[in-house]
T-cell receptor, first 113, second 114 residues
């Protein structure tokens, strides 16, 4: 069975600080990887995804993530956060072209102005 | 806005009761997935519906059942409610024949079981 672990439950940063959120998954086959974000009072939305090719993927709002196959990791980064990045971030994985998305437990990020 | 709407937004039930949650998918989407999100946890896959049939199921007992209608809207039914069923139930729509991997989520139905 697939599983996803996110290393931090809560992160507090000041504006302009760099952000890195860890994500590790367990599944031996080919996977599709995702980061979803939930801003306060809003629905879950896709931040970025990796299917194949360049392991460094760029998403919306200046976020990027790096897929390291040997480490089963898909860490999310942003060089300089803004107050508006305050949200909960979820890493998710599915078997390639599968129908079930397995989510991690989420990381709540608070950016202080 | 994703175009995925769920109803009701909040409801309270007691143990043993039954509940029906509804979801309208985004225009052009033919696939609906349901997730349960307990407090402080990530969403967990309940099942997916495509062409009005269940197309994959997570680790949930049979008292969780669903339907998909010809207009691609969907219902989630939970029988014999238990306290642990208290959660946010999320519906997500997508298009199976053009799989981008992206799910479009509604804002959820928050169920409290007393």
């Amino acid at each position: 069975a697939q599983s996803v672990s996110q290393h931090n439950h809560h992160v507090i940063l000041s504006e302009a600080a760099s952000l890195e959120l860890g994500c590790n998954y367990s599944y031996g086959g080919t996977v599709n990887l995702f980061w979803y974000v939930q801003y306060p009072g809003q629905h879950l939305q896709l931040l970025l995804k990796y299917f194949s090719g360049d392991p460094l993927v760029k998403g919306i709002k200046g976020f990027e993530a790096e897929f390291i196959k040997s480490k089963f990791s898909f860490n999310l980064r942003k060089p300089s956060v803004q107050w508006s990045d305050t949200a909960e971030y979820f890493c998710a994985v599915r078997k390639a072209a599968g129908n079930k998305l397995t989510f991690g437990g989420g990381t709540r990020v608070l950016v202080k102005p | 806005e994703t175009g995925v709407t769920q109803s009701p937004t909040h409801l309270i039930k007691t143990r043993g009761q039954q509940v029906t949650l509804r979801c309208s998918s985004q225009s052009g989407h033919n696939t609906v997935s349901w997730y349960q999100q307990a407090l402080g946890q990530g969403p967990q896959f309940i099942f997916q519906y495509y062409r009005e049939e269940e197309n994959g199921r997570g680790n949930f007992p049979p008292r969780f059942s669903g339907l998909q209608f010809p207009n691609y809207s969907s219902e989630l039914n939970v029988n014999a409610l238990e306290l642990d069923d208290s959660a946010l139930y999320l519906c997500a729509s997508s298009r199976k024949d053009r799989d981008t991997g992206e799910l479009f989520f509604g804002e959820g139905s928050r169920l409290t079981v007393l």
